[in-house]
C-alpha cells in the first residue's frame, strides 16, 4: 500500500518526455529504447521507417507519430510539441543512456525547485569510431519545453532562452555508428548533398569565393579536430577521422559549384 507521504512525493516528481526521431533504427531502437524505459512518456517520430523499427518501438511505447522529413531541426520540434510533459530528454536512436545519467536524472527529478532553477542541461556525448572511443562533445539533451526552439536542416541548432547547467552522467553514441570507414563516407556524402543545395539557396556564389573556400575551410577543420580536439593522441584513428572530417567540408564546396555549374550549362555533360 503507498504512504499518504510516498504519494506526495510521486506527485512532486518533475515528470519527463523522452524523443527520438527515427528512420529505418531497426538494428539500434532496442537498445537504445531498453535504456530510457525509466521515463514518463516516450514520443517517437518516424520518418515513414520501410524496416521494422516501428513495430520494434511499439513493444515500449504507443506514442509513435510519423512525419515526413523535413529537416533535423523541424523534426525535433514537432517531436517536442507531442510531448505532455514539461520536460524533454532528447535521445538518438544510436545513442546508449549510461546508468549514472539514468540515477543522476531520475534524483534530479525529485527536486523541482533545483531542477527548474535552469533552463537545460548539457550532457556529455562519447563519441566512437571504428568501435573505440574517440572524442566527446558536450550537447543540451534535457530541457524544458517551453524555453526552447530548434531550427536548422542538418546541423539543428537549439535556441535556449534561459540559464545552462551540466549532468556529470554520459550518453554513449554507439560504436557501431561508425564501426566502418565506408558508414562514415555514405554519411558524409548524404549530408554533404543537403548541406551544398542548402548554402545555394541562402547565399551568393562566386567561383573565387567557392575556390577559397574549398582550399581553407578542410584545412581548418583538419587542424581543429587533430589539434584543438585532440585526436592526434588517438593515432591512425584521429587521424582519419581529421581527414574524413576535412574531406566533408571539400565536399560541400565541391558540390556546390556542382549544381552551380550544371545550372549554368544544362547541356553539358563535363566540368570545364
Not at 8 to 17: F, L, Q, T, Y
Not at 70 to 98: L, M, P
Not at 115 to 140: G, V, W
Not at 193 to 202: D, H, L, P
Request: glycine share 4%; hydrophobic share 35%.
Amino acid at each position: 500500500m503507498i504512504t499518504r507521504e510516498e504519494k506526495k512525493m510521486a506527485e512532486n516528481v518533475e515528470k519527463i518526455s523522452v524523443i527520438i526521431i527515427t528512420k529505418n533504427e531497426e538494428d539500434k531502437i532496442g537498445r537504445c529504447l531498453e535504456h530510457i524505459k525509466w521515463v514518463d512518456e516516450i514520443v517517437i517520430l518516424d520518418s515513414n521507417s520501410t524496416d521494422k523499427t516501428v513495430a520494434i518501438a511499439k513493444k515500449w511505447t504507443k506514442k509513435i507519430y510519423t512525419k515526413a522529413f523535413e529537416g533535423y531541426g523541424a523534426q525535433k520540434q514537432a517531436a517536442i510539441e507531442k510531448c505532455t510533459n514539461n520536460w524533454i530528454f532528447e535521445i538518438d536512436a544510436d545513442e546508449v543512456v549510461t546508468e549514472q545519467l539514468q540515477l543522476e536524472i531520475t534524483e534530479l527529478q525529485k527536486v523541482p525547485e533545483q531542477m527548474n532553477a535552469y533552463a537545460a542541461y548539457t550532457i556529455t556525448r562519447q563519441e566512437y569510431f571504428l568501435k573505440k572511443p574517440l572524442m566527446i562533445s558536450i550537447i543540451p539533451r534535457l530541457y524544458k519545453k517551453q524555453k526552447v526552439a530548434y531550427n536548422g536542416e542538418i546541423h539543428e541548432e537549439l535556441k535556449i532562452n534561459g540559464k545552462v547547467s551540466h549532468l556529470k552522467g554520459e550518453i554513449n553514441h554507439e560504436s557501431d555508428k561508425y564501426d566502418t570507414i565506408a558508414k562514415r563516407v555514405d554519411k558524409g556524402n548524404e549530408y554533404t548533398q543537403i548541406e551544398a543545395k542548402k548554402r545555394i539557396k541562402e547565399e551568393s556564389w562566386s567561383t573565387a569565393k567557392i575556390l577559397s573556400k574549398m582550399i581553407i575551410m578542410p584545412g581548418c577543420y583538419f587542424c581543429w579536430f587533430y589539434g584543438r580536439k585532440g585526436l592526434i593522441l588517438k593515432g591512425y584513428r584521429g587521424l582519419i577521422w581529421s581527414l574524413l572530417t576535412a574531406y566533408y567540408h571539400f565536399l560541400i564546396y565541391a558540390k556546390i559549384y556542382e549544381q552551380i555549374y550544371k545550372t549554368k550549362n544544362p547541356t553539358k555533360e563535363n566540368f570545364a
